[in-house]
Nanobody, 120 residues
Framework: QVQLMESGGGLVQPGGSLRLSCASS????????MGWYRQAPEKQREVVAT???????NYAESAKGRFTISRDNAKHTVFLQMNSLKPEDTAVYYC??????????????WGQGTLVTVSS
């Protein structure tokens, strides 16, 4: 079974940068789309950016020009480079992956989340 683990969150000042990583482990036939989502207190979880196995990328409007998603298929890892951070970026950031199991079944997998706090 595939598991995801995020890392890289922390406290940063407005205008600062963080790089989040999401490493996958376990056995799967393939890991297809991956993405970053976030959930702020008292708000619903929202998509930040997604990336397909082939590299097709979509960003939330709030992330465009500031965040960059990338992935290393060989290492089964997805990254989120966050620049020019704003207080409204404060949230728990979750990694998501669409996994095809060895029996060719589709599964959605979530990490436990990593907290990003943007504050002076």
């Amino acid at each position: 079974q595939v598991q995801l683990m995020e890392s890289g969150g922390g406290l940063v000042q407005p205008g600062g940068s963080l790089r989040l990583s999401c490493a996958s482990s376990g056995v799967a036939f393939s890991i297809n789309d991956m993405g970053w989502y976030r959930q702020a207190p008292e708000k619903q979880r929202e998509v930040v950016a997604t990336i397909s196995r082939g590299g097709s990328i979509n960003y939330a409007e709030s992330a465009k020009g500031r965040f960059t998603i990338s992935r290393d298929n060989a290492k089964h890892t997805v990254f989120l480079q966050m620049n020019s951070l704003k207080p409204e970026d404060t949230a728990v950031y979750y990694c998501n992956a669409a996994v095809e199991t060895v029996t060719r079944q589709s599964r959605e997998v979530w990490g436990q989340g990593t907290l990003v706090t943007v504050s002076s």
